[in-house]
């Protein structure tokens, strides 16, 4: 089963009531933390056993599917401080901050066609919220083959999270072979007996880290003598750059999904799951390293869910090979891959032939093959660049690849 969640922004105020409730929920997640971490327990069952009783008396208003999913909410944050605390990163009490309650499907109704909510607070207590609906929205709302799965409550908004089967993938006409680097995504387009270079840029994410990076580290030098305010700072500020990030590799993503769901394309990635820092660079390794994984989650969940092919491979050597000859270069080379035996193609795409032919060869690609005699050279089709973020909407509906 699949699930996305859909962000709907209300369009009025969050009625009274259903604020209470937030607080309500809010206090009983917290609350329902400390019994928890008390009893040494995480799963909903089980907190429901301990502290359903005491609960009930605490918050003798709250409609009592809502204090069960408080203790699932409890129970998954348990779940994620007790991770933490087993790699050693936190020992700190969890505690949840903002005002925030969810409902399982049972504990709403929400009318698909006029997009309003019927959220019940407590018995013979109903409140409805209107949805600000776009088109976008539209899309999921009206889709039947979608059912609906939970709804989170946010004091401006809410989150309603849509479900389907996973679709099965299509079979695959054409390869579009992806080397993932960090400006850029390049790679190889094979439809027949015609490959193109093709391109998706996105320098403004290196930016971004690289500026934020630098603020967090001027914050911590200023903040040295106050680690408390320092660690918040550089808290929001890590906030924000996940925010502006997430947002353009979305973009990326939709471009090159809808891209190769118009030409029925095979997808194919190289693993980055082996991939580690490197000793001496580690900082700016991890820097550079997690959009280039994140981008990957979102392409392959968003493949998923279209039924689009994805394939992974290991990208060993991909950059070293000589797709003509097989003869693999140990020196290091600069923006041009060149061979002895005259091949020469421009670094990231041969990478990206590199990792097409592994596919090819472990039979991943549905069949088709690749001539790299056929490749033309000067033909660069542009999947994403950064000028089609300045008028795309984000609900991705622009930004259609172009040739040029
Ligand atoms: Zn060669």
């Known amino acids: 089963m699949l699930v996305r969640g859909v962000v709907f922004y209300l369009d009025s105020d969050l009625p009274t009531e259903a604020k209470f409730l937030l607080e309500d929920f809010r206090s009983a997640v917290n609350n329902a933390i400390r019994a928890g971490l008390q009893a040494r327990v995480t799963s909903r069952n089980a907190?429901?056993?301990?502290?359903?009783?005491?609960?009930?008396?605490?918050?003798?208003?709250?409609?009592?599917?809502?204090?069960?999913?408080?203790?699932?909410?409890?129970?998954?944050?348990l779940k994620n401080h007790r991770r933490r605390v087993r790699?050693?990163?936190?020992?700190?009490?969890?505690?949840?901050?903002?005002?925030?309650?969810?409902?399982?499907?049972?504990?709403?109704?929400?009318?698909?066609?006029?997009?309003v909510i019927d959220l019940p607070i407590r018995a013979g207590c109903h409140v409805e919220l209107k949805l600000a609906v776009s088109r976008y929205h539209?899309?999921?709302?009206?889709?039947?083959?979608?059912?609906?799965?939970?709804?989170?409550?946010?004091?401006?908004?809410?989150?309603?999270?849509?479900?389907?089967?996973a679709p099965d993938q299509y079979t695959p006409a054409s390869v579009l072979s992806l080397d993932?680097?960090?400006?850029?995504?390049?790679?190889?387009?094979?439809?027949?007996?015609?490959?193109?270079?093709?391109?998706?840029?996105?320098?403004?994410i290196a930016i971004v880290q690289q500026r934020h990076h630098d603020r967090r580290r001027r914050l911590q030098k200023k903040k040295a003598h106050d680690r408390r305010t320092s660690r918040n700072l550089c808290k929001r500020e890590g906030?924000?750059?996940?925010?502006?990030?997430?947002?353009?590799?979305?973009?990326?993503?939709?471009?090159?999904l809808r891209f190769a769901e118009d030409r029925k394309s095979a997808?194919?990635?190289?693993?980055?799951?082996?991939?580690?820092?490197?000793?001496?660079?580690?900082?700016?390794?991890?820097l550079s390293l997690w959009p280039r994984r994140k981008l990957h989650q979102i392409i392959e969940y968003k493949a998923q869910w279209k039924g689009i092919p994805v394939v992974k491979v290991d990208p060993r050597n991909s950059s070293r090979t000589c797709p003509i000859c097989g003869r693999i270069q140990y020196s290091?080379?600069?923006a041009e891959f060149k061979c002895v035996c005259g091949w020469h193609m421009d670094r990231h795409i041969n990478a990206s032939i590199n990792l097409l032919q592994t596919a090819i060869s472990k039979g991943m690609a549905g069949g088709l093959w690749f001539n790299p005699g056929a490749f033309q050279h000067d033909v660069m089709m542009i999947l994403y660049e950064p000028a089609m973020a300045a008028r795309s909407e984000p609900n991705g509906t622009s930004g259609i690849a172009g040739v040029t």
């Open 332 to 334: 290091r080379m600069g």
């Open 267 to 286: 997808i194919v990635l190289e693993d980055l799951k082996g991939m580690k820092a490197r000793l001496g660079k580690e900082l700016n390794r991890r």
């Open 47 to 77: 907190l429901c056993k301990i502290a359903y009783k005491d609960f009930r008396e605490q918050h003798p208003r709250m409609y009592s599917q809502h204090l069960v999913s408080a203790f699932e909410v409890a129970g998954s944050i």
């Open 180 to 204: 993932t680097n960090e400006r850029s995504l390049d790679g190889v387009f094979v439809e027949g007996e015609v490959a193109n270079a093709v391109k998706a840029e996105f320098p403004e």
């Open 239 to 256: 906030a924000r750059e996940h925010r502006r990030i997430d947002y353009r590799l979305h973009q990326v993503a939709n471009s090159v």
């Open 138 to 165: 539209r899309e999921y709302l009206d889709d039947m083959t979608l059912s609906l799965g939970s709804l989170t409550v946010l004091p401006d908004r809410v989150i309603v999270a849509f479900r389907k089967e």
């Open 87 to 115: 790699k050693g990163i936190t020992g700190r009490i969890p505690f949840v901050k903002r005002l925030m309650m969810k409902a399982e499907n049972q504990a709403y109704k929400l009318d698909r066609k006029s997009g």
